[in-house]
């Protein structure tokens, strides 16, 4: 299993942009499947976005469909979060996690670790 660090987040006006990054160790980086999720007060985790191990497939949330783009560079054993056009409801704690297969993170049964996230502050 991979070890995951999340990076990037920060306090952004409502329709600024902002890129997380998601750093993996290990070697075995460019096998995984990677999605992003977040975590708002109060409120469950949720997904946002996966990518398959070689950036063929991408898959989103309806919420940000057209606002942000997962990506990876497996030279680099990185994966990010672009996102634009930020809005305050998108305030939250953001991880990342990475699982051999890519409908474990799409579909809500990833039970693995996570790490300490990054927030996510959109004001108004």
């Known amino acids: 299993q991979v070890q995951l660090v999340e990076s990037g987040g920060g306090l952004v006006q409502a329709g600024g942009s902002l890129r997380l990054s998601c750093a993996a160790s290990g070697r075995t980086f460019s096998s995984y499947a990677v999605g992003w999720f977040r975590q708002a007060p109060g409120m469950q985790r949720e997904f946002v976005a996966a990518i398959t191990w070689g950036s063929a497939t991408t898959f989103y949330a309806d919420s940000v469909k057209g606002r942000f783009t997962i990506s990876r560079d497996n030279a680099k054993s990185t994966a990010y979060l672009q996102m634009n056009n930020l809005k305050p409801e998108d305030t939250a704690v953001y991880y990342c996690?990475?699982?051999?297969?890519?409908?474990?993170?799409?579909?809500?049964?990833?039970?693995?670790?996570w790490g300490q996230g990054t927030q996510v502050t959109v004001s108004s």
């Open positions: 996690a990475a699982d051999k297969r890519m409908s474990v993170l799409t579909t809500g049964t990833y039970l693995g670790s």
